[in-house]
């Protein structure tokens, strides 16, 4: 990369990040007008303590930097490229596996869920048929207050029914 399109590359960083030329040299340690000159493309290529500075400054990865520079060979570069796509790729495959297990979890609540519906309906569809008080209370999963109701409670239920209605 030529010393113009390095500079470049250099302002759109500064740019991206929001920062002023006097920003930059402050959070850097290198000087505003340096920074300048680079940027204008007068200065050429920086050596590799300014790209480092540059580089925690910008938050840019050091390497990203010494490759747009071409300081790096490009075997290398290429071999940076390629491992920042995986970085991405796995980035991306492990948001997805998430994801998926949210989705999971949400559909064996909807299961659950769905389960719990049907055997409702289907208690309401047994309720609908039975007319006798006495028929209702052999129906399991009978409760009063939230408590199930035993094979003795429902005993006690039904004497205490009989009782008040023992003189029909």
């Avoid at 759109?12 to 340096?34: F, I």
């Avoid at 480092?52 to 570069?77: C, F, H, Q, R, V």
């Amino acid at each position: 990369m030529e010393a113009i399109e390095f500079g470049q590359y250099l302002k759109s960083l500064r740019k991206s990040a929001k920062l002023s030329m006097a920003k930059l040299a402050e959070a850097s340690g290198v000087s505003q007008p340096y920074i300048s000159q680079i940027e204008r493309g007068e200065r050429g290529i920086p050596s590799h303590e300014i790209l480092k500075k540059l580089s925690a400054a910008l938050n840019t990865p050091y390497m990203e930097l010494m490759a747009k520079a071409g300081i790096l060979p490009a075997d290398t570069t290429a071999n940076i490229d390629r491992m920042n796509s995986i970085k991405s790729f796995w980035s991306e495959y492990q948001q997805a596996k998430a994801q998926i297990n949210q989705a999971d979890k949400n559909i064996e609540a909807a299961n659950k869920d769905l389960q719990l519906a049907e055997y409702e309906l289907q208690f309401l569809e047994e309720m609908e048929r039975v007319k006798d008080l006495s028929e209702f209370l052999k129906k399991p999963g009978i409760t009063y207050m939230g408590k199930t109701l035993s094979d003795h409670d429902r005993m006690r239920v039904t004497g205490v029914i009989k009782y008040l209605f023992a003189e029909e």
